[in-house]
């Protein structure tokens, strides 16, 4: 059946409007807060490391589940090492291989393993944990030693450059300056946190990164750095500032007073 056109007096009905659509309101991105307990590190004669606690809190209204990463890197430092080859039936060391950007010291802490916090691109973006960590560029030459040996930069080492860093990695750990503690990070209470670093005696001095790292879902949503600074102070910090500063008045002085200190138990055990 035809429609039959409606009279002329007659206006057609207009559309329904649709109804608006209403957003739920976003929640608001979470906060992470961090504070050191002693940011000033005095190294003495009779330093035998330190504790640095650090402790923190996570600000989220969602109260989603969150995890906590603390990285901690210490002054970059040259590292020089060698390897004994076979030549001719003698072992003999390599030429050294010097990585100018190794950090003196790391530490990764955080609350269950890194392998459960985040994938392997995040990690190795972030520098977290030690399979991760990565070295500053190194020099675009070679440099000639004092002793007349040249020293061969990473950047020729070409497929032998992983075993030579994991040697590296290997040495630090032993001296215990590198180190990755899954457990490192403990939540105290709802959305508080604490972590402990462990500075062993033979940290280097100079003023130390903390990275505070929140995730959620595996994806870094917030973060926080902290500085630490590690000196010498007293008698120590005199004879390493004129050791750097004046290395001549330095090794002067260094061998008048071997000189005088020989002379002295020269003359107490004289026989006459």
């Keep these: 059946m035809a429609d039959l056109p409606l009279p002329p007096h007659v206006a057609e009905a207009p559309p329904a409007a649709e109804a608006p659509q209403v957003r739920a309101p976003e929640a608001p991105k979470p906060i992470i807060s961090a504070a050191l307990t002693d940011a000033n590190i005095q190294v003495k004669s009779n330093f035998r490391g330190a504790r640095i606690v650090l402790y923190g809190a996570v600000f989220d209204a969602a109260a ?12 970059e ?12 039936g003698l072992w003999i060391n390599s030429r050294p291989v010097v990585f100018r950007g190794a950090p003196g010291f790391y530490r990764a802490a955080s609350n269950r393993p890194l392998a459960d916090i ?6 190795r973006r972030l520098g977290a944990g030690i399979d991760h960590l990565t070295f500053a560029a190194p020099a675009e030459q070679r ?23 994991s040697a590296v990695v290997r040495l630090k750990e032993a001296a215990g300056l590198y180190r990755e503690d899954e457990h490192g990070v403990r939540f105290v209470d709802r959305g508080l946190f604490r972590a402990e670093i462990a500075l062993p005696a033979g940290a280097p001095t100079g003023v130390y990164r903390a990275d505070i ?51 002295a138990a020269s003359a107490a055990f004289r026989r006459d």
């Design 64 to 75: 989603r589940p969150s995890d906590v990463v603390v990285l901690v890197r210490g002054p």
């Design 77 to 88: 430092q040259p590292v020089r090492i060698t390897r004994k080859i076979q030549v001719a």
């Design 118 to 123: 985040a994938n392997f691109g995040t990690l």
């Design 143 to 165: 440099v000639e030693t004092r002793y007349g040996v040249r020293d061969v930069v990473v950047n020729q080492l070409g497929a032998d450059y992983y075993d030579w860093k």
């Design 213 to 263: 790292i929140l995730f959620q879902n595996g994806k870094p949503v917030a973060q926080r750095t902290r500085t630490l600074t590690v000196q010498k102070v007293g008698a120590e910090r005199a004879l390493y500032v004129l050791a750097h500063d004046r290395p001549w008045s330095y090794g002067l002085a260094s061998m008048a007073f071997a000189l005088a200190v020989g002379w």
